[in-house]
């Protein structure tokens, strides 16, 4: 019999797998151990530091990505559950996603810890998100600096525009 505790022994004598993924639309297959955080493997092993780090528990949503168009927090996610997944994360949207723009000229973005956890669960609330949708959405993102109002603006200016610019669509003249 032995007297180890059962979780030190898994830590200590799993190995690495092999992993296979999507990130950001490239698959990438890694050697990792299965318990490894997907922050740290996306950090660490694919160079994908966008993503970033505030509890590290699940309570801050700084790490949000989306797996498969689910945000979750990579934080509490191990790699072994994402394996054949889509992940997305800010370096997906290229720096050209209008809410990337919009939380730049709105003020939504301040020290910038929380952003890219902000923009990652704000895409999953599609297009044309509500306010009410968009407080429920991003109620697990936390922001020490810019009091929420700065970054709901940034996300409803997306919708004022797209609405503007349907409503200034020339009317297309009827062939008589
Ligand atoms: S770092 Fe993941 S939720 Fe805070
Ligand atoms: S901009 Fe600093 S935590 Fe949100």
């Known amino acids: 019999m032995t007297t180890e505790d059962p979780v030190e022994s898994v830590g200590l004598s799993a190995k690495s797998i092999e992993m296979q993924f999507t990130v950001n639309g490239t698959r990438v297959r890694l050697a990792v151990h299965p318990l490894k955080r997907l922050l740290d493997v996306l950090r660490e092993d694919c160079a994908l530091t966008g993503t970033k780090e505030g509890c590290g528990e699940g309570e801050c949503g700084a790490c949000t990505v989306l797996v498969d ?27 050209r996603h209008p809410l990337q723009r919009m939380f730049v ?58 609405r503007s610019r349907r409503s200034t669509k020339p009317i297309k003249a009827k062939a008589s």
């Not at 979750?72 to 370096?91: D, F, G, K, Q, Y």
């Not at 902000?118 to 407080?135: D, F, N, T, W, Y």
């Open 69 to 95: 168009g689910v945000p979750v927090n990579a934080c509490l996610v191990p790699c072994a559950h994402a394996e054949s997944t889509r992940v997305t994360t800010i370096e997906g949207l290229g720096g």
């Open 105 to 162: 000229e709105q003020g939504g973005a301040q020290c910038g810890i929380c952003t890219p956890g902000m923009i990652m669960a704000a895409v999953a609330l599609g297009p044309s998100p509500s306010l009410q949708e968009i407080r429920v959405g991003l109620a697990g993102n936390l922001c020490r600096c810019t009091g929420y109002s700065a970054i709901y603006r940034s996300i409803t200016s997306i919708t004022k525009s797209r």
